[in-house]
Nanobody, 121 residues
Framework: VQLQASGGGLVQPGGSLRLSCAAS????????MGWYRQAPGKQRELVAV???????NYVDSVKDRFTISRDNAKNTVYLQMNSLKPEDTAVYYC????????????????WGQGTQVTVSS
């Protein structure tokens, strides 16, 4: 199983970016999917999470600015980021709680490789 994240970049304050993360491999199902971020010198923090049923939760600092969504048919999670601020600058990582099959079923968390988001004028 692999997670491939994309969509990061450089954006001015107030701008928008959309991150994507696609899971591939011998996937049976995916439970929760989420986005984390890690700024220089800081611990990795949970930004947003979405369950298989579509329930969402956000860290307070991004509420009303970021929206997490998923396409279960494509095993993909998205993070729409609006009204970006310099303090949103970080490497963003996706994570998925994956049930996969190798004859029998296993369950494991997988991480994407990270995508850099820089908010600066």
């Amino acid at each position: 199983v692999q997670l491939q994240a994309s969509g990061g970049g450089l954006v001015q304050p107030g701008g928008s970016l959309r991150l994507s993360c696609a899971a591939s491999g011998s996937i049976f199902s995916i439970n929760a999917m989420g986005w984390y971020r890690q700024a220089p010198g800081k611990q990795r923090e949970l930004v947003a999470v979405i369950t298989s049923g579509g329930s969402t939760n956000y860290v307070d600092s991004v509420k009303d600015r970021f929206t997490i969504s998923r396409d279960n048919a494509k095993n993909t999670v998205y993070l729409q980021m609006n009204s970006l601020k310099p303090e949103d600058t970080a490497v963003y990582y996706c994570k998925a709680d994956v049930v996969y099959t190798l004859g029998i079923r296993f369950r494991q968390d997988y991480w994407g490789q990270g995508t850099q988001v820089t908010v600066s004028s």
